[in-house]
């Protein structure tokens, strides 16, 4: 795929979200869980906001999840953000006396596993999508930004990523694509453990979802109904519901 068409393409993704602009919600950072309900905080990728999660979280809501989806200034060092991330989600994990489950696509999944790495006492589930675990060339666009450039290939935060373990009591899922035109290459978007491992082992609790079908808006409207792994054909939110539901007590 050409430079140009990725453009257009994510030029024509803003543009249908700009139609969306009266359902931008508040930013949930002062949400606290009810007890009764688990929690779900839901991180967004670079140059976005909650609101492009706005199917996503009604269609949580209606499972019964309480869920916090944060905005944040997606260009400042992913480090500052992780920081003030984990202070709320310490927070609610001191209310609602229970871990929290975690959201992210693209950079927001960095964000979500880095959480999970650093605070696994906080976390029992981590569903990343489309996250440039190993980096993408395409953030050179925006490399002038300090979030740019932790985001290529071997930089200083992504090496520490990988160099820190999956903590065993968290469990984490990774739903990826090698059609993905924002992660460049493709085989970036692996998780560490996916490299080596495909399925569960007793060193990393990891499950790696690969999709041909994936694309940046399924993530956030979900159109297209796919078949991963199971007999009936469901669609991205519908499988991270499952996969929440499914999240065994470590």
């Known amino acids: 795929m050409s430079l140009s068409s990725v453009l257009w393409s994510e030029f024509k993704f803003v543009a249908a979200q700009i139609k969306n602009i009266p359902l931008l919600l508040e930013s949930r950072e002062a949400l606290i869980p009810r007890k009764e309900a688990k929690g779900v905080s839901i991180y967004h990728g670079f140059a976005a906001n909650n609101f492009y999660f706005h199917d996503l979280i009604n269609r949580l809501e209606q499972e019964g999840y309480s869920v916090r989806a944060p905005n ?27 871990k929290e489950s975690l959201i992210g696509h693209s950079q927001g999944g960095l964000i979500a596993v880095r959480l999970a790495q650093l605070y696994p006492e906080l976390v029992d589930t981590v569903i990343s999508l489309g996250a440039p675990f190993q980096g993408t060339r395409m953030v050179r666009l925006v490399s002038f930004c300090a979030a740019g450039q932790q985001m290529l290939p071997g930089s200083d935060f992504l090496e520490q990523m990988a160099e820190t373990p999956l903590p065993a009591n968290v469990v984490f899922y990774n739903i990826y694509s090698l059609n993905d035109h924002l992660i460049i290459p493709a085989k970036n978007s692996l998780l560490y453990s996916d490299l080596a491992r495909l399925k569960r082992t007793e060193a990393y609790r990891t499950e790696a979802y690969r999709t041909e079908a994936y694309d940046r808006m399924q993530v956030y409207n979900c159109p297209a109904p796919e078949e ?23």
């Open 228 to 250: 991963i792994g199971h007999s009936r054909l469901i669609t991205l939110h519908e499988m991270m519901i499952k996969m929440l539901k499914q999240t065994p007590e470590l």
């Open 72 to 98: 944040y200034r997606t260009w400042l060092n992913m480090n500052e953000i992780v920081n003030k991330q984990a202070q709320a989600l310490e927070q609610i994990v001191q209310s609602s006396q229970q």
